[in-house]
């Protein structure tokens, strides 16, 4: 039985009421787990995977066993039932993930010299097949029924020209994920009806990255938005910076557990860096200076769900050559790449 609503950040609220439960500090439950008068702890899923991690590394600080820290996954939080799963499951058993990225096209429409996942680098038009994606999904959800966020992307997934189909598959697959759309605006005003309504029969959201291109036309765009009737969220890009170095120079643990986990699928593949699917693009053009870790075959038959997200935790070699916790503050102005670009303007270099 839950008795208690754990609260660490709104103190004003500790010691009120939160739907029918006591509001205690994290210091009272430690004292109150000592004393035997509560059991465990209950984290949701619902929120982004390092800050599920940073509530767990809290409590195991505040001296809770492993056995004591229960989640209750993603598709129990959407659903209301766990089906044949159990509701509470000990964190260290939890096969979730919570946030898969999918490029429906390596290739973009903007070409912003600086893009992590390399798309400005793509020569020519490269599409995932639907076949591959499908077969890729199925495989995925016999490993991992529940994610949390699944975000087709690229590249420019606009420029797809079968979106729809990919998104209702999706959807089938995963009922109870939240599926994003992520994309720089510019094709939006251009989609059929189809598309929309797609998007609203999906529960699916449109996420635009703003670019500078694209911020004289911030009021239309909000103004043709509301008239679709989409659910679409806007964040604004005004700059970018460097986020690997031309040769390993971090230790990878620092960097992955300061990272994202923002995990991709590719062709059978996936990894807990989506950056890391796409570093082959940087090789072909400037040689091969990044490590090219293509995380693990989803198809091994040998893979287990549990050790896959496991897996999926470890640092990878790239990570050594990660500067995103120290180089956001070395910033540049958005531009696009040219025949003329050199690999020292998209690495940092000593």
């Known amino acids: 039985q839950i008795k208690y609503y754990v609260e ?25 787990y000592k004393e035997a008068v509560i ?3 209950v984290i949701s899923t619902a929120y982004h995977k390092r800050t599920v991690q940073d509530m767990v590394e809290t409590c195991v600080r505040l001296g809770l066993r492993d056995a ?12 209301g039932a766990a089906g044949t799963e159990e509701i509470l499951v000990p964190y260290r058993e939890c096969v979730q993930i919570y946030d898969l ?10 070409k912003c010299e600086l893009c992590c996942h390399n798309s400005q680098l793509v020569e020519g038009q490269v599409f995932t097949e639907f076949d591959t994606y499908s077969r890729d999904l199925l495989r995925m959800h016999e490993l991992v029924p529940d994610i949390v966020r699944i975000s087709l992307l690229g590249g420019e997934p606009l420029l797809h020209t079968n979106l729809m189909e990919f998104i209702d598959f999706k959807r089938n697959v995963y009922s109870c994920s939240h599926i994003t759309v992520v994309t720089n605006g510019l094709l ?28 004289h036309q911030l009021d239309d765009l909000l103004e043709y938005i509301r008239s679709t009737g989409i659910h679409a969220s806007i964040h ?41 699917l796409y570093v082959h693009y940087f090789n072909q053009r400037f040689g091969k200076i990044l490590p090219e870790t293509e995380g693990y075959n989803i ?52």
Request: with cysteine.
């Open 8 to 32: 660490d950040q709104a103190f004003s609220k500790i010691g009120s009421e939160f739907d029918g439960l006591d509001v205690i500090s994290i210091y009272r439950m430690q004292q109150l």
């Open 236 to 276: 604004r890009v005004d700059r970018f910076f460097k986020k690997f170095c031309d040769k390993p120079k971090f230790d990878p643990k620092e960097m992955s557990e300061y990272c994202g986990y923002c995990m991709g699928l590719s062709d059978g593949r996936i990894s807990r860096c989506i950056d890391s």
């Open 188 to 215: 939006l005003k251009q989609s059929p009806p189809e598309l929309l309504e797609c998007l609203k029969r999906n529960n699916a959201e449109i996420n635009v990255s703003l670019y500078p291109p694209m911020h």
């Open 39 to 41: 059991d465990g702890v």
């Open 299 to 350: 198809y091994d038959e040998d893979l287990d769900p549990l050790k896959l997200v496991h897996m999926l935790e470890q640092p990878m070699e790239l990570c050594a050559y990660c500067g995103a916790k120290y180089t956001l503050v070395d910033t540049f102005e958005w531009k696009q790449i040219t025949k003329y670009s050199k690999k020292e303007d998209i690495l940092i270099s000593d």
């Open 68 to 79: 004591d820290i229960y989640l209750v996954k993603n598709n129990v939080l959407v659903s």
């Open 101 to 110: 990225n999918i490029h429906l096209a390596d290739h973009c429409n903007m």
